[in-house]
């Protein structure tokens, strides 16, 4: 085979090997999930159905979370103000953690209408993993306070996780279910992160690829030389 087949047999393997780290590494899985809400309100029980969004973006050592809802949940019999509605929320962790996650949000910018679903904005919080491994987030008890009241709305169709993040914690922990330690497992990022960590990681097999290639070009040379 000729140096200049033999380095572009080589360089080609090495596009294949790079394209084969893109397609094992490990992703966030998200599924919007249904939760049937159960809202004890001043005024009595509400029911809604609202489906859940939950994101996960690497921030620092932990992870930027937010919660979003879909459609709109409980209501009020008068007309609540700019400013006057202020929700939070827990989310549920499993998997490798345990315990729940906070998350708050803006009040209301504009006025909500009397007798009209709630629409609650989008609500975040910090989570910074105390263990290695998947963790699973899943929509626990909404809270409103609205003019001195406070409506809670608590999910009663046990509702799935809306996200799955394979996580590293910052001292490397590892877990007996799903845990691994930093010698075997890739932390889950947002997508910015992924890409530049899987692209230098592609890049390295593509530098290995062509100082191959080079020596055995040079290889050949020498031999002709000999000659």
């Given at each position: 085979?000729?140096?200049?087949?033999?380095?572009?047999?080589?360089?080609?393997?090495?596009?294949?090997?790079?394209?084969?780290?893109?397609?094992?590494?490990?992703?966030?899985?998200?599924?919007?999930?249904?939760?049937?809400y159960s809202?004890?309100?001043?005024?009595?029980?509400?029911?809604?159905?609202?489906?859940?969004?939950?994101?996960?973006?690497?921030?620092?050592?932990?992870?930027?979370?937010?919660?979003?809802?879909?459609?709109?949940?409980?209501?009020?019999?008068?007309?609540?103000?700019?400013?006057?509605?202020?929700?939070?929320?827990?989310?549920?962790?499993?998997?490798?953690?345990?315990?729940?996650?906070?998350?708050?949000?803006?009040?209301?910018?504009?006025?909500?209408?009397?007798?009209?679903?709630?629409?609650?904005?989008?609500?975040?919080?910090?989570?910074?993993?105390?263990?290695?491994?998947?963790?699973?987030?899943?929509?626990?008890?909404?809270?409103?306070?609205?003019?001195?009241?406070?409506?809670?709305?608590?999910?009663?169709?046990?509702?799935?996780?809306?996200?799955?993040?394979?996580?590293?914690?910052a001292g490397?922990?590892?877990?007996?279910?799903?845990?691994?330690?930093?010698?075997?497992?890739?932390?889950?990022?947002?997508?910015?992160?992924?890409?530049?960590?899987?692209?230098?990681?592609?890049?390295?097999?593509?530098?290995?690829?062509?100082?191959?290639?080079?020596?055995?070009?040079?290889?050949?040379?020498?031999?002709?030389?000999?000659?």
């Open positions: 085979m000729s140096n200049r087949k033999r380095t572009a047999a080589l360089a080609t393997a090495a596009a294949l090997a790079g394209s084969a780290v893109w397609m094992a590494a490990p992703v966030a899985m998200a599924e919007v999930v249904n939760v049937n809202c004890d309100t001043p005024i009595g029980v509400k029911t809604a159905v609202s489906p859940i969004d939950i994101k996960g973006v690497k921030s620092g050592s932990g992870y930027k979370i937010t919660m979003s809802w879909q459609k709109g949940v409980s209501s009020s019999p008068i007309e609540l103000g700019a400013g006057a509605m202020k929700p939070s929320a827990t989310i549920k962790l499993g998997g490798a953690d345990s315990g729940t996650l906070t998350v708050t949000g803006a009040a209301n910018q504009a006025a909500i209408p009397e007798n009209t679903p709630i629409k609650i904005n989008d609500l975040s919080g910090t989570y910074t993993p105390k263990e290695s491994g998947k963790v699973t987030f899943t929509a626990g008890v909404l809270t409103i306070k609205a003019l001195g009241t406070t409506t809670t709305c608590t999910p009663s169709n046990s509702p799935g996780p809306s996200l799955t993040l394979d996580v590293t914690a490397g922990g590892t877990t007996g279910d799903g845990g691994s330690d930093d010698s075997d497992a890739l932390p889950q990022t947002g997508p910015e992160d992924s890409a530049i960590a899987l692209g230098t990681l592609g890049g390295t097999v593509l530098l290995a690829g062509a100082a191959g290639a080079l020596w055995l070009t040079r290889r050949g040379q020498t031999a002709r030389a000999r000659r």
